[in-house]
């Protein structure tokens, strides 16, 4: 057999390539019409004759036709998959699937904090690393139910777990302060009101959780509780200063549809009135007068006839400053809780309609204060009557019953 050198294949492999390369070239020249071969000669010997409308075309076209056409590559388009169309509940499932997310997360709260007050109260009086770690917990649940909207039903029932339990609460304790007597169940009324505080300032201050330890320890307790009774003591004066503004401003809107008017001597006015702000305090009473046939439903808004009662005034109350500063601060605390929902509805709402939602708002305040002054002057007089506590309180919760049927 005869021997095959390998540098003879690969001078026969180069030469094969370059003569299908020359082949090629070949063919495109003789596919060339005599006008595309006169058009590239006039081109390369004269610039100028090149640029002429038919010799550029001519080399238009044959750049067109030798340029190699690139394919282009397209992403396939994934199948989308197809989703269930949305469940069409009504409200009440709605309200009863939110109502059980609710529980469930009331339910692990409360499984939290009494995990958090079972291992506190296995910790002596010495180990204060653990209660303020317990400390920062509580403010954990606290800093989430106060970003809820649920959180008000957390507190009552919180509120009915001490009812229950027959543990003594004020009805103004802070809703902080129920939380933080659940957990630090041991401490006493003076610790428990300090922790509550602590809590709260932290959360005014937008202090974390993960940084809580670190705070309360390098600013101390003693600190934060004179830092918090100075901002609760600026913000409550600045509040109720502009909530007595806002009440004599719906003063003001409401001198233009006044709930009645009669004419007085004016050098009498002149004595009872008090400046700059044209108070007088007058002691009237309301009669109804006899027009029995006359029936008026207030849930109808088409009743044309309504019976009308008869006030009459009775006395002007002296000019008296006190008189006057108590009752715009009884009168302006209870905006204070609402006062940047009505500042920010005057700039929105008419004045009219502005000063109707005043008037029932602090209606509505009052009615409640006097509900519950009421209600303990009557569980006094009850309480002096009944001998027994528990016979008191049987007696009591019917007799409350029954009074707030009757306010529906």
């Known amino acids: 057999m005869q021997s095959t050198n390998p540098s003879i294949k690969k001078n026969k492999k180069v030469l094969s390539q370059a003569a299908i390369k020359r082949l090629q070239l070949q063919q495109q020249e003789d596919a060339k019409s005599k006008v595309e071969k006169l058009a590239e000669i006039i081109k390369d010997r004269n610039p100028i004759a090149a640029k002429h409308n038919s010799v550029y075309k001519q080399v238009a076209i044959v750049k067109e036709r030798n340029t190699p056409i690139k394919k282009a590559y397209l992403k396939p388009i994934l199948k989308v998959k197809e989703q269930a169309p949305m469940a069409r509940d009504s409200s009440k499932s709605i309200s009863e699937a939110r109502m059980e997310q609710r529980e469930k997360e009331h339910h692990h709260l409360f499984k ?206 002296p000019t008296n400053i006190d008189l006057i500063n108590d009752v715009i601060n009884r009168l302006a605390r209870s905006l204070i809780p609402n006062i940047n929902d009505i500042e920010e509805q005057v700039n929105i709402k008419t004045e009219q309609i502005w000063a109707n939602d005043m008037n029932n708002l602090l209606m509505e305040r009052e009615l409640g204060s006097s509900y519950k002054s009421a209600d303990r002057w009557a569980d006094r007089i009850q309480a002096s009557i009944t001998e027994d506590q528990l016979e008191f309180e049987s007696k009591r919760k019917k007799i409350q019953n029954i009074r707030n049927q009757s306010r529906k």
């Not at 849930?299 to 009459?312: F, G, K, L, W, Y």
């Open 112 to 317: 939290q904090a009494e995990n958090i007050r079972n291992r506190l109260e296995k910790l002596s009086s010495r180990e204060k690393v653990k209660t303020t770690e317990g400390l920062r917990d509580c403010y954990s649940i606290y800093e989430f139910l106060e970003g809820s909207k649920d959180g008000e039903i957390f507190y009552n029932t919180l509120r009915s777990y001490y009812k229950a339990t027959l543990e003594k609460i004020q009805s103004n304790t802070p809703d902080e302060s129920l939380l933080v007597r659940f957990i630090f169940s041991k401490k006493s009324t003076k610790q428990v009101s300090e922790y509550a505080t602590v809590l709260r300032y932290a959360l005014e201050t937008g202090i974390s959780k993960h940084n809580f330890v670190k705070w309360y320890n390098e600013t101390t307790q003693t600190r934060i509780l004179c830092l918090a009774r100075k901002s609760s003591t600026a913000d409550s004066k600045d509040k109720l200063s502009r909530a007595k503004v806002a009440l004599l401003r719906y003063f003001d809107i409401q001198e233009q549809w006044p709930l009645g008017h009669f004419d007085y001597p004016e050098y009498l006015a002149a004595k009872q009135v008090h400046l700059p702000d044209d108070l007088m305090f007058v002691i009237c009473r309301g009669v109804r007068k006899f027009n029995r046939d006359t029936y008026f439903d207030p849930e109808n808004p088409n009743a044309t006839s309504v019976p009308m009662a008869e006030i009459s005034a009775l006395h002007f109350i």
